[in-house]
């Protein structure tokens, strides 16, 4: 029960890798908040589902007094909730461009400037951004991707600075997947995912769950004095 009475907020929990976040928090004895901009189709003893577009400035306002409001502190927030919308740079549109960065890195900073805060506040609290293996190392076709996972790195050393600053025992970490069998993954040709593994030094690719687990830590007083951080966890690759 590592997490034992805390009050969790996990984005993009309606499946994969949010999901096994939300499922892992209750396991550690967490209450978990589930958001998702589609309906949560799962229900779990100590979690509450929340519908919620992280890229609705609005939207994440009404959801911060609520929480406020509703829970004596916030403990965790993991910032989950990502897109895709991949092209090459030359055929890539506008609205390709913006959408992905209205979800992956200003819905990010939609919660954190409410957030961030209400845990400077209280004295306490865990941060965990979401980047990707394309944010560390750049995929082909996904610059608009990669561009928001790799600031990433920089709002979450930045935060870690500014949320701790007066004292208080705030950490803001991140952490990269490698290639991990979500849902996404699902659609791409086997022998492309065949190259994924063997890239890898462990030979295969990942499972949400050990994302999760990588998470978990994370978020638990066992990573009490890791802060700033970013945590690759990728099978190896690239090494």
Same mark, same amino acid.
């Given at each position: 029960?590592?997490?034992?009475?805390?009050?969790?907020?996990?984005?993009?929990?309606?499946?994969?890798?949010?999901?096994?976040?939300?499922?892992?928090?209750?396991?550690?004895?967490?209450?978990?908040?589930?958001?998702?901009?589609?309906?949560?189709?799962?229900?779990?003893?100590?979690?509450?589902?929340?519908?919620?577009?992280?890229?609705?400035?609005?939207?994440?306002?009404?959801?911060?007094?609520? %929480?406020?409001?509703? +829970?004596?502190?916030? &403990? $965790? *927030?993991?910032?989950?909730?990502?897109?895709?919308? !991949?092209?090459?740079?030359?055929?890539?549109?506008?609205?390709?461009?913006?959408?992905?960065?209205?979800?992956?890195?200003?819905?990010?900073?939609?919660?954190?400037?409410?957030?961030?805060?209400?845990?400077?506040?209280?004295?306490?609290?865990?941060?965990?951004?979401?980047?990707?293996?394309?944010?560390?190392?750049?995929?082909?076709?996904?610059?608009?991707?990669?561009?928001?996972?790799?600031?990433?790195?920089?709002?979450?050393?930045?935060?870690?600075?500014?949320?701790?600053?007066?004292?208080?025992?705030?950490?803001?970490?991140? %952490?990269?997947?490698? +290639?991990?069998?979500? &849902? $996404? *993954?699902?659609?791409?040709?086997?022998?492309?995912? !065949?190259?994924?593994?063997?890239?890898?030094?462990?030979?295969?690719?990942?499972?949400?769950?050990?994302?999760?687990?990588?998470?978990?830590?994370?978020?638990?007083?066992?990573?009490?004095?890791?802060?700033?951080?970013?945590?690759?966890?990728?099978?190896?690759?690239?090494?």
């Amino acid at each position: 029960m590592r997490l034992n009475g805390k009050i969790a907020i996990v984005t993009g929990a309606a499946a994969g890798i949010g999901r096994c976040v939300a499922e892992a928090f209750v396991q550690g004895g967490a209450k978990v908040l589930a958001c998702d901009v589609a309906e949560i189709p799962y229900e779990l003893d100590g979690m509450t589902a929340y519908k919620l577009d992280i890229a609705n400035a609005e939207e994440c306002f009404k959801f911060y007094e609520y %929480v406020a409001e509703e +829970y004596p502190t916030i &403990d $965790i *927030l993991v910032n989950n909730a990502g897109i895709t919308r !991949d092209a090459m740079t030359a055929k890539m549109t506008d609205a390709q461009w913006d959408d992905v960065m209205a979800v992956n890195l200003k819905g990010v900073f939609n919660l954190v400037r409410h957030i961030g805060p209400l845990m400077e506040h209280q004295g306490s609290g865990s941060i965990i951004n979401v980047s990707s293996v394309v944010g560390e190392f750049g995929n082909i076709g996904q610059a608009n991707y990669a561009a928001t996972k790799s600031a990433i790195y920089g709002v979450t050393k930045t935060w870690a600075k500014e949320f701790a600053r007066k004292g208080a025992a705030v950490r803001v970490n991140s %952490v990269s997947p490698g +290639y991990t069998m979500t &849902d $996404i *993954l699902k659609t791409v040709p086997q022998d492309l995912l !065949d190259k994924f593994a063997k890239q890898t030094m462990l030979g295969r690719l990942g499972q949400p769950e050990e994302i999760a687990k990588a998470i978990l830590f994370l978020a638990s007083d066992d990573a009490s004095y890791i802060t700033g951080h970013n945590l690759s966890v990728n099978g190896g690759m690239r090494l």
